[in-house]
């Protein structure tokens, strides 16, 4: 079975620094695509950050500069650091773990990340 989970989420203040990790069980993690994922109520869901195997790194425009997504392969764990928070960037953040030619897609249960003062 494959299993991700997400962990790190809480509350931070607007400015403030938090770093989500998603462990991954059941596969192998070293030739999958991560991604981080997060929605708001009402929201769509969106891409916030993607990882592939070969170390490549995709982020949406809204994080651009303040996020910083990385992997660890030895570890089966992809990582999000979270700088610079806005409360814009509260929501549940969802690991995502799929291959580039498609197929079976695995996602993490979510962890809330909660920015106010």
């Known amino acids: 079975q494959v299993q991700l989970v997400e962990s790190g989420g809480g509350l931070v203040q607007p400015g403030g620094s938090l770093s989500l990790s998603c462990a991954a069980s059941?596969?192998?993690?070293?030739?999958?695509?991560m991604g981080w994922y997060r929605q708001a109520p009402g929201k769509q869901r969106e891409l916030v950050a993607a990882i592939t195997s070969g170390g490549s790194t995709n982020y949406a425009d809204s994080v651009k500069g303040r996020f910083t997504i990385s992997r660890d392969n030895a570890k089966n764990t992809v990582y999000l650091q979270m700088n610079s928070l806005k409360p814009e960037d509260k929501a549940v953040y969802y690991c995502k773990q799929s291959r580039p030619q498609g197929g079976r897609i695995y996602w993490g249960q979510g962890t809330q990340v909660t920015v106010a003062s």
């Open positions: 059941g596969s192998i993690f070293a030739i999958n695509v």
